[in-house]
């Protein structure tokens, strides 16, 4: 009896294998770095298949050109119309189906399919995405849709690449699933993973700028068409700008189009963004510019703004990707106005915001729809909206700007204060300076006196006041600010003739570039003097030197100011990177008003 027992459990040992290797249905296991710490092991597991703000893989948007095989060529920048731009927007990594070169290789996402021993010779896999247009994967360096028997047994690495941003979170929520489903003996299994698409994140003023960007002037003959927009030489005087903010920071001077070198508002030309993911090493980090979305009108022909064009030329490349989302048609009257760059602004970080917050103006006039969805939709800075329809230009950055604080939060706004300028004004007239010249130091053909200002422009700039006032209700709600703990600069206002919309008439002190959180590149206000001094340079340099912040002062009369903009929006920045997205909580999409 003994010895019939042994024989059985000999014959039982020896028929499991078979009976594993031919009876039971394969179980793949497919991993991810799910855990977000760059490698692939058995602690993501868990949770694979359901992305959350915590848990969960993350793939770039693949959208730079890493072996620059994308060109511009010179009769792109000026032609009329949208093709040049799609095909544009259509050359970058993620629109071929090879992996290129060793530094595309890094911005892809890891996969790996687990080794299966048992599997027969003749088992197949498949992997797929859904949806099938967001991303691609690779095995070997190749187009991963089947797996074939070996790579099967003996385990295979794969490499994720996204191919889009999130444009629209009722579209596409940035998340996608990917499936690998494995045939043997005629049984099927399959295993997958949940991923989300990294986020396009918005840069705040406080981040140190690594690379700033400005116009410089070129040969053409003015705007797209051969029409210049202005007169009396304006944009004009660049080397007085250019020098002036070479002494406040290095800059990196870029042409125009070749009949629209005009447009030299950089700020306004795009957004800049961050796209990262987890990697062994460190977070592994796109810029994603953000084209502005602005389509004019010029003969009848909807034209993109041809000097967004240049971000193709002049900024695509090893790890810098361009997005655009452009309107069939131009919006109406002025609102194409509030689709530029300028309008954009952002928070740092505070409690309850961990990623900081959007900023923009909206109002009787509203940006694109498409376009301000897309930038505001990507899930982890929420949007505060304020007006800024009453503004002739009407951007963000006309009014308000981040600033260094030594407050709980670190940070504050340094605000353009039209009552400040006001009572300024009236302290060179108590002390008979009535007589100055406002502008008096610059080729400006309008230069009003002190008294003039205060006898006829008194109401509009007590109006831009309020609207002002307005604004910083909605500001000092979203934030937790106090009024105390703004920074106050004298803007004097004026109304724009002709619209009845309100624009600075001195120098937008706010409306300038933050080099680091402590050094400030602002417009020289050309004010009136007092004791020597000019007031208005006093009163910025000591109220942003409370906040230890140093004020270098750039002489954009001609070249900026008198167009409608100041140094902020002829010049643009990339910054360092700010700490990773996914180590902040919470994902959150509505805005305050």
């Known amino acids: 009896m003994r010895r019939w027992t042994a024989g059985l459990a000999t014959l039982v040992t020896a028929v499991t294998p078979a009976l594993t290797a031919w009876g039971t249905a394969p179980w793949p296991r497919l991993t991810a770095d799910v855990n977000r710490d760059g490698l692939l092991t058995r602690a993501d597991d868990a949770g694979k298949s359901t992305w959350t703000d915590t848990r969960g893989a993350i793939f770039l948007p693949n959208l730079d050109d890493d072996e620059r095989r994308c060109t511009v060529g010179p009769a792109d920048l000026d032609a009329p119309g949208r093709t040049v731009d799609d095909k544009l927007a259509a050359c970058n990594d993620a629109a071929d189906n090879r992996i290129n070169g060793p530094r595309d290789a890094a911005d892809l996402a890891p996969l790996m399919i687990d080794a299966q021993r048992n599997l027969s010779h003749d088992a197949t896999g498949t992997v797929t995405v859904t949806p099938a247009d967001k991303a691609r994967v690779f095995a070997n360096g190749r187009p991963a ?11 295979v690495r794969l490499q994720l690449e996204g191919r889009d941003v999130v444009r629209d979170p009722k579209r596409w929520d940035g998340r996608i699933t990917v499936t690998l489903s494995v045939t043997d003996r005629g049984r099927t299994s399959t295993d997958q993973v949940e991923l989300r698409v990294a986020p396009l994140m918005l840069q705040n003023d406080l981040q140190r700028a690594q690379t700033v960007l400005a116009g410089r002037p070129g040969d053409g003959n003015g705007w797209w068409g051969g029409t210049a927009p202005y007169q009396d030489g304006v944009p004009g005087e660049w080397e007085k700008f250019a020098s002036t903010l070479r002494k406040a920071t290095t800059v990196r001077f870029v042409d125009g189009t070749p009949h629209g070198w005009k447009d030299m508002w950089l700020q306004d030309t795009f957004e800049p963004a961050t796209a990262s993911m987890p990697a062994v090493g460190g977070p592994q980090t796109l810029r994603i ?26 900024l695509r490349g090893p790890d810098i990707g361009i997005v655009q989302e452009l309107a069939a048609k131009p919006s109406p009257g002025l609102d194409d106005l509030l689709n530029m760059g300028g309008n954009i602004e952002s928070l740092p970080p505070y409690v309850g915001s961990p990623h900081g917050r959007i900023v923009y ?15 505001t939709g990507q899930g982890y800075q929420p949007p505060v909206v304020v007006d800024t329809s009453w503004l002739m230009v009407g951007h963000a950055d006309e009014t308000t700007h981040v600033v260094r604080a030594d407050n709980a939060r670190g940070w504050t706004l340094a605000v353009a204060d039209p009552r400040l300028a006001a009572r300024l004004l009236r302290d060179v007239q108590r002390h008979g300076g009535g007589g100055q010249r406002l502008f008096a130091d610059t080729n400006a053909r309008r230069k009003p006196t002190v008294d003039e200002l205060l006898s006829t422009g008194s109401p509009a700039n007590e109006a831009a006041a309020r609207h002002i006032d307005d604004q910083l209700k909605i500001l000092l709600t979203a934030t937790g600010l106090r009024a105390d703990e703004l920074v106050r600069l004298p803007v004097f206002f004026d109304k724009a003739p002709g619209y009845g919309l309100f624009k600075a008439l001195t120098p937008g002190l706010v409306n300038g570039l933050s080099i680091t959180d402590r050094q400030f590149a602002a417009p020289d206000p050309h004010g009136p003097r007092l004791h020597g001094r000019d007031v208005f340079r006093q009163a910025a340099e000591r109220a942003l030197g409370r906040n230890g912040v140093r004020v270098h002062w750039v002489e954009d009369f001609f070249w900026a100011h008198l167009g409608g903009g100041e140094v902020h929006c ?7 990177t700010p700490r990773p997205w996914w180590s902040g909580s919470g994902a959150s999409g509505s805005a305050t008003r």
């Open 361 to 375: 103006g909206s109002g009787a006039r509203r940006p694109d729809a498409e376009f301000i969805t897309m930038v």
């Open 145 to 155: 849709g089947t797996v074939s028997a070996k790579d099967l047994r003996n385990g």
């Open 570 to 576: 002829a010049t643009n920045a990339l910054r360092v």
């Open 289 to 314: 510019l953000i084209r502005s979305g602005n389509v004019w009108d010029f003969d009848g022909v909807a034209t993109p703004r041809p000097a967004g064009r240049l971000l193709y030329r002049d």
